[in-house]
């Protein structure tokens, strides 16, 4: 259908401005300030319809679609193998430093377990001296009292034979003094044992009898044991018999050689 009217023509026309206006109105900076609108004087000529020479179309604009963004290429693939090699990494890691922790650790125990051991050893080292000066102390102290000992027992070696020697002196002093009254005193009881001897037919010349003899102080006697004889049984009893009768014995005149176990010969035939 022929348009008469150059209808499509304007309207074509029309959109055109439109669109022009509207870019103009997004593209206006509104951030300026808004100056007073001020009327536009607009001088226009009346133009007929018929006398309008008809414009050629315009073509119209063809918009070609932006291209679609091209998909992603799947990387979740690479993605994994650089997680697990990082985890690996970091596994690594962890694990150099747990055996560097252990390492650190077994240092430190064996550093220990060598302070304890030279601890030990001079502990052990102290002991030992301590128990050598100890021993040695012993020792000095052993040999101290030892010598002591021994310089005592020397100083009552000697005291004991200083008193011995005193002693000897004044025994023989006194012996020396007494010798003729102990002698007296022996002959007395000898002749008393002999005058009540009735000698048996079995004595032989040259006879001679120990005899021990037990008295009182009084001189009575208490017991008489014969001891070595070169006579007889008859012998010894007529010995025997004659201690007997001749009690009490003879008291010496000095008391001091009265012994109350008394011990003779008795050789009657000199």
């Given at each position: 259908?022929?348009d008469?009217?150059?209808?499509?023509?304007?309207?074509?026309?029309?959109i055109?401005?439109?669109?022009i206006?509207?870019?103009?109105?997004f593209?206006?900076?509104?951030?300026?300030?808004?100056?007073?609108?001020?009327?536009?004087?607009?001088?226009?000529?009346?133009?007929?319809?018929?006398?309008?020479?008809?414009?050629?179309?315009?073509?119209?604009e063809?918009?070609?679609?932006e291209?679609?963004?091209?998909?992603?290429?799947?990387?979740?693939?690479q993605?994994?193998?650089?997680?697990e090699?990082k985890?690996?990494q970091?596994?690594?890691?962890?694990e150099?430093?747990?055996?560097?922790?252990?390492?650190?650790?077994?240092r430190q125990?064996?550093?220990?377990?060598?302070?304890?051991r030279?601890?030990?050893?001079?502990?052990?080292?102290?002991?030992?001296r301590q128990?050598?000066?100890?021993?040695?102390?012993?020792d000095?102290?052993?040999?101290?009292?030892?010598?002591?000992?021994k310089?005592?027992?020397?100083?009552?070696a000697?005291?004991?034979?200083?008193?011995?020697?005193?002693?000897?002196?004044?025994q023989?002093?006194?012996?020396?003094m007494?010798?003729?009254a102990?002698?007296r005193?022996?002959f007395?009881?000898?002749?008393?044992?002999k005058?009540?001897w009735?000698?048996?037919?079995?004595?032989?010349?040259?006879l001679?009898?120990?005899?021990?003899?037990?008295q009182?102080?009084?001189g009575?006697?208490?017991?008489?044991?014969?001891?070595?004889?070169?006579?007889?049984?008859a012998?010894?009893?007529?010995?025997?018999?004659a201690?007997?009768k001749?009690?009490?014995?003879?008291?010496p005149?000095?008391?001091?050689?009265?012994?109350?176990?008394?011990?003779?010969?008795?050789?009657?035939?000199e």
């Open positions: 259908m022929r008469n009217f150059k209808f499509i023509p304007v309207l074509l026309a029309g055109l401005h439109a669109a206006f509207a870019g103009m109105v593209a206006y900076d509104w951030s300026r300030p808004v100056l007073p609108v001020v009327p536009l004087a607009i001088k226009g000529t009346l133009v007929l319809a018929e006398s309008l020479v008809e414009v050629p179309p315009i073509a119209e063809v918009i070609e679609p291209p679609e963004p091209e998909p992603e290429p799947d990387n979740s693939e993605l994994r193998i650089e997680a090699a985890k690996r970091e596994d690594l890691r962890l150099r430093e747990r055996i560097s922790r252990e390492e650190e650790a077994e125990r064996k550093l220990a377990d060598e302070k304890e030279k601890r030990r050893e001079e502990a052990e080292t102290e002991k030992r128990e050598a000066e100890r021993k040695r102390l012993e000095m102290e052993r040999q101290r009292a030892e010598n002591e000992r310089r005592k027992q020397a100083q009552d000697e005291r004991r034979r200083q008193l011995d020697l005193e002693l000897q002196a004044e023989n002093r006194i012996d020396a007494k010798a003729g102990l002698a005193y022996q007395r009881l000898i002749q008393a044992v005058r009540n009735i000698q048996p037919p079995s004595a032989v010349q040259g001679s009898c120990e005899v021990l003899v037990q009182s102080l009084g009575v006697v208490l017991n008489v044991v014969i001891g070595s004889c070169n006579g007889d049984e012998v010894r009893r007529s010995i025997e018999s201690v007997h001749a009690s009490p014995l003879p008291i005149p000095d008391i001091s050689l009265l012994e109350r176990n008394l011990r003779f010969l008795f050789e009657p035939t």
